[in-house]
């Protein structure tokens, strides 16, 4: 089940990255730590990648941003919010 659950999400946050022009929007489960955070799943660049953007995904929601300005339980507030993952820097 978690690998179903972990390809489903991959596939949520690949295509909210396309929408969103980033260009690496065909990743796979192995370019990423996932992990569960509440009811969702959080997800960061593996292999040590840096970044100063992370992913919450919860069904088909997604909500991207800066742990540096936002917090985690922040980020997850923004799930469904249409206005939240676009406001974050």
């Known amino acids: 089940m ?21 260009p690496d929007a065909h990743t796979t489960p192995e ?5 569960p955070f509440q009811d969702a799943l959080l997800i960061v660049p593996a292999n040590q990648r840096r970044t100063n953007r992370v992913y919450l995904v919860r069904g088909e929601m997604v909500s991207a941003f800066s742990p540096s300005t936002t917090t985690f339980d922040e980020g ?6 249409p206005e939240g993952p676009m406001a974050t820097a």
């Open 31 to 35: 370019d990423w730590e996932i992990s």
């Open 76 to 81: 997850y507030a923004r799930l469904g919010n």
């Open 2 to 22: 978690t690998d179903q659950r972990n390809d489903a999400a991959i596939a949520t946050l690949n295509g909210w990255l396309a929408e969103h022009g980033v």
